[in-house]
């Protein structure tokens, strides 16, 4: 009974945070798109949504983000910043150390979402079509041209795609050779495990701890192409350190994992 009224509370915060986060998304979106318009793609339109949104959905999901090591975004910049994508609510977690004048890399599919895509273009971030390898390359070059230009950080997420297991997936190549081509060191960013306060899919979510940490930098100083791998070892390796530092100290996750159906021979019995 208990589990079956916990599991109700957490539906309806899943259902009412959804609700509210929709409206705010499209709400800041559409603030931050004016201020971008009328004072340009540096006018810190994206740290003005990023912040906003952050912070009032922290206050609507009951969610404390503890963050350490964020001196090393201002020590170590221009960079590439490398933060796995867990969930949708990742900027929710990483709105509020959203690093002024970075560019992002993210999905093609971001501009069609209502304002907020008119707004990842307006301030100067980039949308990479996964479907096409020579296009997605020749965008990630572009966007490494374009930071050492400037001298900003470029924000990317390695695995390529959201994955909340607490194993990493293969990482992508193209933001490491970012890297490379820009000289950029890449700084780390470990989170603990988001299962512990959402499950998108079974549309639960409760109050809690997030924490996140800027790791030391990995410098790419005098790299060339044929040090890729060996690059992408060490930073998986000081990842996956991180992770498994923050997830000791995680609440388990919010709902038990699915039960699978059990072998022939035991169903049997």
């Not at 971030?125 to 966007?143: C, P, Q």
């Not at 390695?158 to 950029?184: C, D, T, W, Y």
């Not at 070892?233 to 991180?242: D, H, I, M, N, S």
């Amino acid at each position: 009974m208990r589990h079956l009224l916990l599991r109700c509370v957490y539906t309806l915060h899943f259902v009412a945070a959804s609700i509210v986060g929709g409206v705010l998304l499209v709400a800041v979106s559409g603030v931050a798109l004016a201020i971008a318009i009328l004072r340009g793609p540096k006018g810190h339109a994206a740290v003005f949504a990023a912040r906003t949104y952050s912070r009032v959905m922290q206050r609507v999901l009951g969610w404390r983000v503890e963050a350490e090591g964020l001196e090393r975004l201002a020590e170590v910049t221009p960079s590439v910043v490398m933060a796995r994508h867990q969930s949708n609510l990742d900027v929710v977690v990483y709105g509020e150390i959203f690093p002024k004048g970075a560019i992002a890399i993210g999905k093609k599919e971001l501009e069609r979402i209502p304002l907020f895509g008119w707004l990842w273009k307006a301030t100067g971030n980039v949308l990479i079509d996964r479907r096409t390898v020579t296009a997605a390359m020749e965008t990630i070059r572009a966007a490494a041209e374009a930071a050492r230009a400037v001298g900003v950080s470029v924000w990317v997420a390695p695995e390529g795609h959201r994955n909340m297991g607490r194993e990493m997936l293969p990482f992508k190549k193209g933001v490491f050779h970012l890297a490379i081509s820009a000289q950029f060191p890449i700084l780390p960013i470990a989170v603990s495990p988001l299962s512990a306060v959402i499950d998108a899919p079974r549309w639960a979510a409760r109050p809690g701890r997030v924490r996140l940490r800027v790791l030391p930098p990995v410098p790419t100083a005098g790299l060339g192409p044929g040090d890729l791998e060996g690059l992408m070892a060490r930073v998986r390796a000081v990842l996956e350190e991180g992770q498994r530092d923050l997830a000791e100290g995680a609440r388990e996750p919010i709902l038990p994992a699915p039960r699978r159906g059990l072998p022939r021979e035991e169903a049997r019995a």
